[in-house]
């Protein structure tokens, strides 16, 4: 077990952060999902996860990459005086638990005070970027922006050129899935990306291709440049935003091949098919084959604030909003077609 987590996150403790009471969940070394409805703090969990394994330069009072990632500085949850965060991990650069407190509004205090090196990390947002990243980062650099500041995170991790000979052969089968998927690769020409389409016979700017493919060829490039590799710790806020359905199933397939070969994964979803999709192999194992560990977390309001569920599948989960809103649908079609039936019903 302990092989399985190093350099990974094993547990979080939030206590009165953002909109979260006190919680504490204990992590899978391959696949986390988490589901819960909006303002439930699912992208917040990401962030401050993301924030507390980034590189930081801590002094008594500052943990400047944490706040960096939250566009508000408002990070003790409303009617609290303190909060807490205690990360929990196996990675020999760090202390194998760091604490921040927050003895006064506004002023964390990290426990031991030091300097740590980050995780092999990377946070995906909702948007593609590819299509706008030329100019982004001197531009993000120089003037004042409302961007989230993960985007610029991302944009970074896209800027290095592409890895060549031994080094990319290594992260092929990482990203095959995915080309088999679009049915193209992608291209990088100075700071301009293209996909060629085998079908096509040609290279289209990805501000020509549809949204939902260029987040895939955005995945196929970070594996391509080094900065997503079997050693990342990978956060990806709502991967099915502008994905057809049927790119979810490749998403779903994909996660698993990187949680096999290594990678630690979170993932906050709406959707119904990924988790479920996810949860079927879990649930299924002895006819799928090799699975990845995994584990499913439900983020749900409380009295006292952002509460946690977690179970080893989905069925496991008592507090469900995206099966809840799928038998909505069902009850009401089950209604029409009862009235259509019977119109004096």
Known sequence: MAEEFANKIKRL????????????????????????????????????LYGMSSEAYINSTVFESLFKVFSSSE????????????????NKLFPPKVILKNPVKGAFVAEPPAIYKNFDRLFVPT????????????????????????????AKAIDPLPLKGSALEKQEPLM?????????????????????????????PVQTVATGINKLAQLIYLIMNGSLTK????????????????????????LQTLAKAGCQIFVATHDYLLPYDLSLSKE?????????????????????????????????????SIHEGLSQHNNREDILFRKSLNPQV
């Open 231 to 254: 050693d990342t710790i990978l956060f990806w806020d709502e991967p099915e935003a502008n994905l057809n359905p049927k790119y979810i199933l490749v998403v779903s397939k994909f």
């Open 127 to 154: 948007m593609e970027i590819l299509s706008w990243f030329k100019g982004f980062i001197p531009s993000y650099e120089n003037r004042e922006s409302y961007i989230d500041e993960t985007y610029y995170y991302l």
């Open 284 to 320: 299924y194992q002895d006819v799928e084959g090799d699975v990845p560990e995994m584990k499913f977390f439900s983020l749900f309001k409380g009295e006292n604030g952002t509460e946690v569920e977690e179970g080893a599948t989905m069925p496991d989960l008592h507090h469900d």
């Open 176 to 204: 095959s899935e995915l080309q088999e998927a679009i049915n193209g690769k992608v291209i990088r020409r100075g700071n301009d990306f293209f996909i060629e389409f085998i079908d096509e016979g040609k290279a289209f």
């Open 75 to 90: 990070l003790v949850k409303n009617g609290s005086d303190k909060s807490k965060i205690v990360l929990t991990h196996k």
């Open 13 to 48: 403790e939030l206590e009165n952060f953002t909109c979260f009471g006190k919680v504490a969940m204990d992590f899978s070394p391959g696949i986390n999902v988490i589901i819960g409805e909006n303002g439930t703090g699912k992208t917040h969990l990401l962030k401050v």
